[in-house]
C-alpha cells in the first residue's frame, strides 16, 4: 500500500468518525469541535489530490472563519446540553433508515461513473490555472456570487440593526 | 544509511524538525529574557540580573519553576477541551515556523542536498494564514473551557479581536502579492532582489509602506500584545483567557505566545524587508564579512564586560561565552561557509529587529478601551489596507500594460 492511500484513509477514517461525533455528542462546542475536524481532514483529502489552494482556502473560510463564528455564538450563548423534544426522537428514528438510504444512493452513483472519476483526475492544478479560469472563463458566475453575497450581507445588518 | 537513501525526505526533514525545535525553544526561552531586558531599559530599570550573569539563566529557571508548580485542574471545567486548548495553541503556533524558508543555500544533511526551510509549499503564505486562522481556537476553548467569568470574557474578547484583525491582517498583504505574483515564501523573497538606483533594496517595504504599517498593527492585534492585548487585560480581567490555567498549561500558552511573535516577525521580513537578502549591494565584497565581524565585536565586548564588571564564577561563565562567539566568529570567516550563513544572518538580524519593535511598542504604548479597538480595527485599519489595495491594483495595472 502506498504513503498516499494509507494518509487517504487515516483522514477519510478521521472524517467520518468526526462526522458521526458532530452528530451524537451532546454538547453544542463539542459537535461544532467535531465539524472543525470534518473541515481539516477534507483539507488533507483536498491536499492528497494535489489542490493546495483548495486546501489552504478551505481551512481559512471553514474552519478559520465559519467555524470560529460558530464557536463564538456557542460562548456567547453559552448554550448548555441539547435538549431532547419529540420532533429529535423523530429525527432519531426516521434518521437512520434515510441516511441508509442516501449513503445507498451515493454508492451505486459512484460506483456506475467510477471509471470516469479515476481518469479526470488530472494532477496538481496551481493556484494561477485556477484563478485565471476564475477570472476569465468563470467572471460572470464569481461576480453574481459576490453580489449574492453582498445582499446577504446587506440582510444581516438590517436584521441585527433593529432601530432605524 | 540504507534507510536514508530510501526515504531522504523523510529521513532530511526529521532532522531539519528536530533542529528547528531545538533553536525555537531555546528562542522562545531567550525572547522572554530579551523582553524583560528591553522593557526594563526602557523603564530606567536594570531587569533580571541575579540569575547567572546579566540574567542569562532567568529563562532556565522559570522553566523549571512551571515544571514544579501545582497543575491545578478545575472541577467545573470541561476536562477534555480544557487540556486540549494549551496543546492546541503551542502545537499550532509551532507549525507555522515549518513554512518559513531562512536562507537561500543548499545544505547536505546525511548526505541530502536540501534547502533550509521544511516545507518549501507552492501556496506557503496561504498555509500560513490557514494555520494562523484557526490558532484562535487555542484562545477562545480555553477560554470556554475554564468555566470562569473572567477566562469567557478574556476568550470572548480574544476571538472577536482575532477574527476582526485577521481581515487587516489579510487583505494589507495582498498588495504584496500584487507586485510580486506569488504565493510561495521563497519566491517571494527572491522577486526582491535587485536595486533601485543602485543602492535602495527593491523591498516591497518600500512601495508597500502603508500595507507594512496596516500588517504590523493588525499583526501586534492578531497575537495579542500590548496595546491590543484586551484578551489578558490584568486590571479587568485577572489574566484573560488563560487565567484557570497553571503550571506547564500556562506555559504553553506563553510561549504560544513569544512563537506567533517570532511567526509574526518572520513573515514581515519575507514579505516586506527582502528575507534573507542583504540590505547593502552584493558588488560590496567586504559585506561578506559582517557576520563574522558583528560575532567577533559581540564577542570583544562581552570579554570586556566579563574582565571589568563580573568576579568568580560569573566571570567565567563569560569569558566562555565570549570564547564560543569568537569560535563562531572564525567560523563565520570560512570561505566555504560565507554563502550559507549569509542568508540566515541577514534574516535572523530582522527578525531580531522586529522582535524588538514589538518590545518597544508594549514598553511605550498603554493599552486600548475594547470599544476604542473594534473602531480602530473595522473604522481605520480595514479602509486603509483597502486603499492601499485599490491604490496598487491601479498602479500595477498601469505598470504592467
Known sequence: ?164 | MEFVAQHPILVVSVVKIVVLLILTLTALAYLTWFERKVVAHIQSRWGPYFVGPHGLLQPLADGLKFLFKEDVLPPAADKFIYLLAPFLAFSLALTTLALIPIGPATVHILGQPTRLVIANVDAGLLFLFAITSIGVYGVALAGWSSNSKYSLLGGLRSSAQMISYEVGLTLSVVGVLLLSGTFNLSELVEGQQGRWLHFIPRWHVFPQIVGFFCYFTAAIAETNRVPFDLPEAETELVAGFHTEYSSFKFAMFFMAEYANMITVSCLATILFFGGWLSPLPATWTWTHSIPAATFLLCGVLLLQDAVRRHRGLRQIALCVLSAVLFAVAYACSHPGLIPIIEGPFWFLAKVLFLLFFYVWTRGTLPRLRYDQLMNFGWKVLLPVALANLVVTRYIVLVLNR
Open chain 1, 1 to 164: 500500500m502506498s504513503v498516499e492511500l494509507i494518509v487517504f484513509f487515516a483522514f477519510a477514517a478521521i472524517a467520518v468518525a468526526g462526522a458521526l461525533a458532530l452528530i451524537l455528542l451532546r454538547e453544542p462546542i463539542h459537535s461544532a469541535l467535531a465539524l472543525v475536524l470534518v473541515m481539516m481532514s477534507i483539507a488533507v483529502l483536498y491536499l492528497l489530490l494535489g489542490a493546495e489552494f483548495i486546501a489552504a482556502i478551505q481551512i481559512i473560510v471553514y474552519a478559520g472563519a465559519i467555524m470560529v463564528l460558530f464557536v463564538f455564538v456557542i460562548m456567547l450563548l453559552n448554550a448548555g446540553e441539547e435538549e431532547r423534544t419529540n420532533l429529535s426522537r423523530l429525527a432519531h428514528y426516521a434518521g437512520i433508515p434515510l441516511g441508509i438510504f442516501l449513503t445507498g444512493e451515493l454508492a451505486w452513483f459512484i460506483h456506475g461513473v467510477a471509471g470516469k472519476l479515476l481518469s479526470a483526475h488530472a494532477g496538481a492544478v496551481s493556484t494561477r490555472e485556477l484563478s485565471t479560469l476564475l477570472f476569465r472563463s468563470y467572471v460572470f458566475p464569481f461576480e453574481a456570487t459576490s453580489i449574492l453575497i453582498l445582499i446577504a450581507i446587506l440582510g444581516a445588518i438590517v436584521l441585527a440593526k433593529k432601530e432605524f
